[in-house]
């Protein structure tokens, strides 16, 4: 799935270009020479770069962003970032770990600019009905399986921080160390949420579930 | 009693207290919940991935030659900064140096003026010692008072604003010479005459 030599060479016109390689375990590699032709500020090779990670990216600051434009916003910003900073890339991890890691900075960064302007609140019935609408507008999802849309649905109803630590944690393997220094809390803060965020999700999507465990 | 969400939580991940995890392995309600928060955290990763509903390509190309021009105008800023810092460096050190060597020119000078005035004082002091012995030395001594008197000539035609200039500054060196060759010739003929 995804780039493959044959996505890149359709974006490079006949350059002569690595590219990426997706992983079985959906991780993706990227070519050395893709690498280093992007450094050198090949805008072919920053394109090809582009189109291979805009989905991955979209998709993350989709979960952690309220609305489709939020993320468009995320994504721009991150791929500016990678072309400032991708000359002070190191292979000390993988590149799609740094892009991840650069998306997720961008996006916490724009939901403390939100929440700075609007007090966090959750979403009511009509906003929620709006991102919904907002999630399904010129895309595609892959499944479409009821369960899933009821999860999406559920996540983006989710107090923005909530929202944010769950995903993080969850899907993203981050720490509550990690978490509580990327939002400049502790560690206990990011428990806390995590058990606010899967206690809420549990409410929304089995609306007659019995409460928590005591 | 039942474990807290957290305890749930931190069985899940593996960060639970021995305690807590002993509860969950003996409670089939807590077990149960905690399979639950598993399958929730499956389900998450397994949310379709979702495409941007317009190609962001053009925008971003648009910004990053934008970004890149600004650099250029930076760059280019930087430049003509630093042009305008060395120039004035260059003037600053040159009108340093100038200041320099005209500080050394009026030293020098001013010591040729005392010499010279030195000088003429021990000519006027050996002045009517005795008379001239020889035809030559009176040659020599009238050239050598002409010649001083075009220096003098020329050093009162020069104004004040090149008084410290490097042709007075000559001039006087040169008189120096002519006096000092005067002195001696002078003093020869002083000695001459008072054998």
Redesign the interface.
Known sequence: MALNLFEAATVLHRETLGGAVTQPGGTTSVDELLLARAKAGS?AA??AL??HF???V??LA??LMRT?QD??DV??ET??EV??SIKRFRREGSFEGWIRRVAVSKALMKLRQQAARIPEEELTPEMAAAVAAD?N???????TAP??LD??AA?AHLPGTTRFV??LH??EGYSHEEIAAATGRTASFS??Q???A??R??EMLTPHAEG??? | ??????D???VRDGEATPEAADHAASCP??AA?IE??RA??R????????????D??P???A??AA?RQRRRWLIAGWAAACFAAAFTLAIAVRGGIEAWQEATLTRETRHLVAESQMLEQRLRASAGAGRVVTGRTAGAIVQLEDRIAVIDAQLNGIGPDRADSQDVLKLWQERVRLLDALVNVQMTRTAYVGL
Do not use: N
């Open positions: 805008e920053l394109e582009f189109r805009e989905a991955p979209y998709t989709r979960r489709p993320a468009e994504l721009q791929f500016l072309v400032r999630s507008h010129g895309v595609a999802p892959v499944a369960e899933r999860l999406e996540l769950i995903w969850d899907v428990k806390s995590l058990a606010r899967h206690a999700l549990r928590p465990c005591t | 009693m039942h474990l807290s969400p957290e749930l939580l931190a309600e807590c919940r639950d928060l929730v955290r389900a998450l990763a397994a949310l379709p991935q979702e495409r941007p509903p317009q962001l390509w925008a971003l190309r910004e990053l970004v």
